[in-house]
C-alpha cells in the first residue's frame, strides 16, 4: 500500500503561481504512474496531469502551458509547478500513485485563486 500526502496549497491573486508536492511512503518501489487530479467547488474530480517512471508526462488541456508537472524518484515526490493561475483553477486537488494494479489517494490540498 502506497500512502500520499500532498503540501503547498494556499489562497493566491490570479495569473500568480504554486508548487504542490506529494510525497510518497509504503509499497513505493512498484510506482508506475503519478498524477494529480483536482475537484472544482461543486464539481466532480477531473484530470490534471500524470508523470510515468520514465518521466512521460500528460496534461489536461485546461491546463497546458501553464502547469508543469515533475517527479523526484531518489524522494518518491511528484511535484505540480502551477504557473499563470486562474479562478477557474480553484479547487482542492489530490495526488494519486498507481502500485501493482491499485490507485492510492492522498487527503488533497485547497487551491484558491481569487482576488
Given at each position: 500500500?502506497?500512502?500520499?500526502?500532498?503540501?503547498?496549497?494556499g489562497?493566491v491573486?490570479?495569473?500568480?503561481?504554486?508548487?504542490l508536492s506529494?510525497?510518497a511512503?509504503?509499497s513505493?518501489?512498484?510506482i508506475n504512474?503519478?498524477?494529480?487530479?483536482?475537484?472544482?467547488?461543486?464539481n466532480?474530480?477531473e484530470?490534471v496531469s500524470?508523470i510515468?517512471?520514465?518521466?512521460i508526462t500528460?496534461?489536461?488541456?485546461?491546463?497546458?502551458?501553464?502547469f508543469?508537472?515533475s517527479?523526484d524518484?531518489?524522494?518518491?515526490t511528484v511535484?505540480?509547478q502551477?504557473?499563470?493561475?486562474?479562478?477557474?483553477?480553484?479547487?482542492?486537488?489530490?495526488?494519486?500513485?498507481?502500485?501493482?494494479?491499485?490507485?492510492?489517494?492522498?487527503?488533497?490540498?485547497q487551491?484558491?485563486v481569487s482576488?
Open positions: 500500500q502506497v500512502q500520499l500526502v500532498e503540501s503547498g496549497g489562497l491573486q490570479p495569473g500568480g503561481s504554486l508548487r506529494c510525497a511512503s509504503g513505493i518501489f512498484s504512474v503519478m498524477g494529480w487530479y483536482r475537484q472544482p467547488p461543486g466532480q474530480r484530470f500524470a510515468t517512471g520514465v518521466g500528460n496534461y489536461a488541456d485546461s491546463v497546458k502551458g501553464r508543469t508537472i517527479r524518484n531518489a524522494k518518491n511535484y505540480l502551477m504557473n499563470s493561475l486562474k479562478p477557474e483553477d480553484t479547487g482542492v486537488y489530490y495526488c494519486n500513485a498507481h502500485s501493482n494494479g491499485i490507485w492510492s489517494w492522498g487527503q488533497g490540498t487551491v484558491t482576488s
